[in-house]
């Protein structure tokens, strides 16, 4: 299996643009979850997906992101306008969703807003 | 979900056995222990978990203490490879949420 795929790997902007992060879970796996890490956060929980529902969005920061799965094996995270404190690496994460089951972490997508 | 306490950092010589602690004095009895990796520049990397009986995978083991209070994860060999920061997490296994700490920063010295 591939892993956890993620698009761009990297990403540069300018404040205001609009940003679209990609992720492609695990085959098979009905779980979905947008992490991001910053130095002075550590690694936060944004969005929870489960069978292609968001289930917890609580850690979404603003309006101004937006998370979407429209199936299986594709969901997107979008940020407009963007914000320089935007700036952060945003990782993405898929399960099988039974008991104790894991997370596991794609390469995650290094954004810089200017 | 309980916390957790790790030591901010540690050494260890390649080669050696790495012995990483974590304290998770609140623990309930439906938590399991789950230890996870970060490698500079990449995504966290499930390494174990366990609930209260030791457990070994090819990466690692783990030793939780009989009052489940404390555990250990155990890299047998280090390599330089190891270098990481590692989470030690509790979590209700029927709970999805991963509440990262600040980890212990390993590291392997040649």
């Known amino acids: 299996d591939a892993g956890v795929i993620q698009s761009p790997r990297h990403e540069v902007t300018e404040m205001g643009q609009e940003v679209t992060l990609r992720c492609k879970p695990i085959?098979?796996?009905?779980?979905l979850f947008w992490y991001r890490q910053t130095m002075m956060r550590g690694l936060e929980l944004l969005i929870y997906?489960?069978?292609?529902?968001?289930?917890?969005d609580s850690g979404m920061p603003e309006d101004r992101f937006s998370a979407k799965m429209p199936n299986a094996s594709f969901s997107t995270l979008k940020i407009q306008p963007s914000e320089p404190r935007d700036s952060a690496v945003y990782f993405c994460?898929?399960?099988?969703?039974?008991?104790?089951?894991?997370?596991?972490f794609g390469p995650g997508t290094r954004l810089t807003v200017l | 979900d309980a916390k957790t306490t790790q030591p901010t950092s540690m050494d260890c010589a390649e080669g050696r056995a790495a012995n990483l602690p974590c304290n998770h004095s609140?623990?309930?009895?439906?938590?399991?222990v789950y230890w996870y990796r970060q490698i500079h520049s990449q995504g966290p990397q499930y390494i174990i978990h366990g609930l209260k009986n030791n457990e070994t995978n090819e990466m690692a083991s783990l030793i939780i203490t009989e009052d489940r209070k404390s555990s250990t994860l155990i890299l047998p060999h280090a390599t330089l490879r190891d270098t990481a920061v590692y989470y030690c997490?509790?979590?209700?296994?029927?709970?999805?949420?991963?509440?990262w700490g600040a980890g212990t920063k390993l590291i392997i010295k040649p």
């Open positions: 997906f489960n069978n292609n529902v968001p289930i917890d």
């Open positions: 994460a898929s399960s099988s969703g039974q008991v104790a089951d894991t997370q596991y």
């Open positions: 085959s098979g796996h009905n779980s």
């Open positions: 609140t623990i309930s009895g439906n938590e399991y």
């Open positions: 997490i509790v979590r209700v296994n029927s709970n999805y949420q991963l509440i």
